[in-house]
């Protein structure tokens, strides 16, 4: 059951580190990419603040990737940060802040780290199927 997770965390862990670079190196041509209008010069202060939490979030899930169960924190970390990116998308998107086409890949990619992450959650084994392994 380690593989299939060790796979999430490593597609996860790529995305971050490629939203984290596109933050880092490029935060204006961002809204261009979407096609949002442009904003402000600060905003590139916060783009390259958020870009760089994608880039630890994404050195978190190759960290987990070499050991799933001692580093289940920064597993429950991203179950968290993308149960909050989905539920701003959909919040913005329902209230017309944003549209279906800038929101992309935002309003399925979520669901599906959150879906795999949970059922590939890295589980203790119980002490009564280690003590059944020693008898």
């Known amino acids: 059951m380690m593989r299939p997770l060790k796979v999430t965390l490593a597609v996860i862990g790529i995305v971050q580190v490629f939203f984290g670079l596109l933050f880092v190196l490029a935060p204006g041509q961002f809204a261009a990419l979407f096609h949002f209008p442009v904003a402000p010069a600060w905003t590139n202060w916060l783009l390259v603040m958020g870009g760089a939490r994608f880039l630890g979030m994404g050195y978190g899930m190759f ?73």
Do not use: C
């Open 63 to 135: 960290v987990a990737m070499r050991d799933p169960l001692k580093h289940r924190t920064w597993i429950q970390a991203m179950i968290g940060i993308q149960v909050l990116d989905w539920l701003t998308t959909i919040a913005n998107l329902l209230s017309g802040v944003i549209t279906l086409s800038q929101a992309s890949t935002a309003t399925f990619l979520p669901i599906v780290f959150i879906v795999a992450l949970l059922v590939f959650y890295p589980r203790e084994k119980s002490s009564i199927a280690e003590q059944e392994k020693v008898a």
